[in-house]
């Protein structure tokens, strides 16, 4: 099994930056042909996608909501794969979870039904203040 851990959150003001760390471990085989990404959840708020990116090339898709602001990226062992927040808003608050093992057909449909990934994090959270 893969086992996730992320880094990274923190708190900041609005139109400030920060970068997350997800590091993969233990049979990290399935990272090769599977996708990875990064989720979020507010308080009294669904799940909701926010990146993927898959392989192997490194294809990525983002919500709406973070495309321009957000960079999605991984190291070439496939084994950390980093969220890189510019320009954060308020709304960007949240627990953010990284999650592996994507199908790559659900690579973008994913950030939609984010109940379909099967391995998470332990989440990291950002807190943007006004």
């Known amino acids: 099994q893969v086992q996730l851990v992320e880094s990274g959150g923190g708190s900041v003001q609005a139109g400030g930056s920060l970068r997350l760390s997800c590091v993969a471990s233990g049979d990290t085989s399935s990272l090769n042909y599977m996708c990875m990404g990064w989720f979020r959840q507010a308080p009294g708020k669904e799940r909701e996608g926010v990146a993927t990116?898959?392989?192997?090339?490194?294809?990525?898709y983002y919500a709406d909501s973070v495309k321009g602001r957000f960079t999605i990226s991984q190291d070439n062992a496939k084994t950390t794969v980093y969220l890189q927040m510019n320009s954060l808003k308020p709304e960007d608050t949240a627990m953010y979870y990284c999650a592996a093992e994507i199908n790559y057909a659900m690579r973008a449909l994913i950030l939609r039904i984010p109940g379909a990934v099967e391995r998470w994090g332990q989440g990291t959270q950002v807190t943007v203040s006004s």
């Open positions: 990116i898959c392989p192997p090339d490194g294809i990525t």
